[in-house]
């Protein structure tokens, strides 16, 4: 079935470092990729999606590109802030049950000042 | 700001006393989701409601229950509250069921039993 895997946490990094967190998926078709943002006590924020390959999807500095050769949608950022310490989620919908989202496990991020 | 909003944010119950938790939401989005995320975890979608057709998961157990009584309305019923069952429950959103559409999460409900 469909599924999502994403590089376990926590990771901890110094204020100003690059960040990425990877992500792989595993679907048949064509299905969308998102990455939501949960802060502490809050529910999920959409940050950014892609909807078909080579697709860059771009927000809050930060980046993702829809990779089918690699079956990938890493996160990326070239200068995280304390604010965004955060748990990162990894999702598809698959384009055979669009009404569904697959999430990854999660990935914490905790921003050093 | 148009929104989806959980009601109340922390409720406790006791161990098999049903509790109904709620959300409401002023996107006039036609699917709204609940989603159970335990500690560290993802969130594990329950059903969904696309409009008044109700889908529940295949793997969702009987004791949990959903009513839609209209577009802006959802209720998460829970008849039989297990130790098990204390969780964060997240409602979302989307305006159809389309893969290209995000769905509009709340803050969530975190629930504990007694």
């Known amino acids: 079935g469909d599924s999502v895997t994403q590089m376990e946490g926590p990771v901890t990094l110094s204020e100003e470092a690059f960040l990425t967190i990877n992500c792989t998926y595993t679907a048949t078709g064509y299905p969308s990729l998102f990455w939501y943002v949960q802060y502490p006590g809050e529910g999920l924020q959409l940050l950014l999606k892609a909807t078909k390959a080579d697709d860059k999807g771009s927000n809050k500095g930060f980046e993702a590109t829809y990779r089918k050769e690699t079956t990938s949608f890493h996160l990326e950022k070239g200068s995280v802030q304390v604010s965004d310490s955060a748990v990162y989620f990894c999702?598809?919908?698959?384009?055979?049950?669009?009404?569904?989202?697959?999430f990854g496990s999660g990935t914490r991020l905790s921003i050093r000042p | 700001d148009a929104m989806v909003i959980q009601n109340p944010r922390y409720q406790v119950t006791q161990f098999g006393k049903p509790v109904t938790l709620s959300c409401s939401q002023t996107l006039n989005h036609n699917v709204m989701y609940w989603y159970q995320q335990k500690s560290s975890q993802a969130p594990k979608l329950l059903f969904h409601y696309y409009d008044k057709d109700f889908n529940n998961e295949a793997d969702t157990p009987d004791n949990f229950q959903s009513r839609r009584p209209n577009t802006s309305f959802c209720f998460l019923d829970i008849r039989s509250p297990g130790l098990g069952d204390a969780a964060m429950y997240l409602c979302a959103t989307s305006r159809d069921p389309n893969s290209n559409q995000p769905q509009h999460f709340g803050d969530g409900t975190r629930l504990s039993i007694l």
């Open positions: 999702a598809l919908s698959p384009y055979s049950s669009a009404s569904k989202i697959i």
